[in-house]
Nanobody, 127 residues
Framework: QVQVVESGGGLVQAGGSLRLSCAAA????????MGWFRQAPGKEREFVAA????????YYADSVKGRFTISRDNAKNTVYLQMNSLKPEDTAVYYC????????????????????WGQGTQVTVSS
């Protein structure tokens, strides 16, 4: 079992940057593939980015490709989401999630694949 806590959200102007962090509690962080999702008001939760448990395989939603970068540091039990060139439509609550993975190169894009979720951190991008 793993617990995850997000941090780093805030208010930023369009074109700016933020880096979200997701700290995981537990010794088995390296067993989990990790993902970021977001939910804007009145909308369904949507996939943003995912990284395999080894960190070597990564996948992005088309809406953030080229602007966001996901990475992980297994020694620090932390996964990051660097967000550049932010747009007002990126405004949402961002969630970190963990999925137990039996394959070093597997990542997951479906929310149902993730068993553990954080409480979320608000990102607001002003125009």
């Amino acid at each position: 079992q793993v617990q995850v806590v997000e941090s780093g959200g805030g208010l930023v102007q369009a074109g700016g940057s933020l880096r979200l962090s997701c700290a995981a509690a537990g010794r088995t962080f390296s067993m989990y593939a990790m993902g970021w999702f977001r939910q804007a008001p009145g909308k369904e939760r949507e996939f943003v980015a995912a990284v395999s448990k080894s960190g070597g395989d990564i996948y992005y939603a088309d809406s953030v490709k080229g602007r966001f970068t996901i990475s992980r540091d297994n020694a620090k039990n932390t996964v990051y989401l660097q967000m550049n060139s932010l747009k007002p439509e990126d405004t949402a609550v961002y969630y970190c999630a963990a999925a137990i993975s039996y394959y070093s190169d597997a990542y997951y894009v479906a929310a149902n694949d993730y068993s553990y979720w954080g409480q979320g951190t608000q990102v607001t991008v002003s125009s």
